[in-house]
């Protein structure tokens, strides 16, 4: 649930904001953001990692979910941003934000991105390839300036989380993996590389984990490399990017560590290792999205159609589905729905909640507990927050809904709704 989230009158409300009103005044669907819950999100992470490790910053995983008016959140709460293209990036420059805060991912940036990125004066790129290693390196040189790098390191931690969203195993896409020293011999490259400068190792072992465990033996490894870098090549690393957040409850029966535990449990293991390894505490940087957008965003949608089948299932249908919300069809994501102008009232139907795409995997919740369903309801759906706006598509030729923030009892649109429109304005 939204920090903020609040029943009165059977209604739902967010932010002070009555999501019922708000839905008839705004259209559905509608992907609401409770800014007090990022903003405190955003604080907890800075305060739980600084606290305990003063030479740390966060950075705003921007995949997750991004518009204009989160660049300038993100910058005003003091993070740094992660941008994983040319696109995040245009985004947070025309939000007004600092460039020298930015990380850029990516495991196949295009040239056209990297010189973009280069030329924006970003803070650190993070490299995925040898190859993407020599592209910088002359586009740099083209520039005339020296670019700050860290290295994607895969550690080969088998993290328990969708396999999908698994990223730090031996076999896979991204960064260097350790077999045969690769990572340590692409160190030596990196390091004679001219027009750049090796400031970090990166690694990212996968989202939405709950188990904490694979963290120290990620930054066990990590550590030791370290070691192993400054002792053989004789370099001190300075810098150390342990990669996304913790993962989060989208049910209630879901039971994720706080992002205290996580701190603590990355601080101190990096301390641990550091001082295992006589190595010098780097300045240590974490990417969290999810746990800091998902559960501040709730999307509203109404229900258009009801269709019990005797003995099988009772659909609700309502007026978004998978191109607002993909993750229910993805990857069997779990949401907690609610009908907001019933919200005080309990759970006596088991229904699915289906989109109105032409596709039977089109699902926002599948068999899950909800107040009895009317026409002209208003469906909410908790835990929406993170990639869901970010992965939307025109499918079907729906228009992705509008972005409203809820504060105060205010609700302002940070991103209009599209026309039909938008949806021809690039064809020729
Ligand atoms: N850093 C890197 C390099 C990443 O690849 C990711 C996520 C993050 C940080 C942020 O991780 P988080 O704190 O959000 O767990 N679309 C999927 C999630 C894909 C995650 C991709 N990388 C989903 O909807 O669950």
Known sequence: ????????????????????????????????MDEADLRHRMATYREAFRSRYP?????????????????????????????????????????GFPMERVVVHGNNKTPLELREAIQAGVGRIVIDSRIELARISEIAGDLGVEQA????????????????????????KFGFNMRDDW?????KDVLAAPNVRLAGLHCHIGSQIFALHSYPEAVEIMVELMARIRDEYGYEIDEFDVGGGVGIA???????????QF????????????????????????????????????????VGILKTLPGIRKYVAVDGGMSDNIRTALYHANYEPVIANKAGQPRT????????????????????PLQHPDLGDIVCVFGTGAYCYTMASNYNG????????????????????????DLMSRDI
């Open 263 to 302: 701190a603590e449990i990355v601080t101190s293991s990096v301390r641990e290792a550091c001082a295992k390894h006589g190595v010098k505490e780097p300045r240590l940087l974490t990417e969290p999205g999810r746990s800091i957008v998902a559960n501040a965003g709730v999307t509203l949608y109404a």
């Open 183 to 187: 990572a340590f011999n692409c160190v």
């Open 398 to 421: 729906q228009p992705r809904p509008a972005i409203v923030f809820v504060k105060d009892g205010e609700a302002r649109v940070t991103t209009r709704r599209e026309t039909y429109a």
């Open 250 to 260: 989208y049910a209630a029966d879901d039971q994720p560590a706080s992002i205290d």
């Open 1 to 32: 649930l939204p920090m903020t989230a609040d029943v009165k009158d059977d209604h739902l409300y967010v932010g002070g904001v009555d999501m019922v009103e708000l839905a008839h005044e705004m259209g559905t669907a509608l992907y609401v």
């Open 55 to 95: 030479n740390s910053d966060i950075a705003f995983a921007s995949k997750a979910f991004l518009n204009k008016e989160m660049a300038r959140i993100v910058n005003e709460e003091d993070l740094c941003l992660d941008v994983s293209g040319g696109g995040e990036l245009a985004v947070a420059q025309a939000a």
């Open 149 to 172: 790098i860290y290295m994607r390191i895969t550690p080969g931690v088998e993290a328990d989380t969708h396999e999908y969203i698994r990223t730090g195993c031996e076999d896979s």
């Open 349 to 368: 139907e088991i229904v699915t909640i289906a989109g109105k795409h032409c596709e039977s995997g089109d699902a926002v919740v599948i068999d899950m």
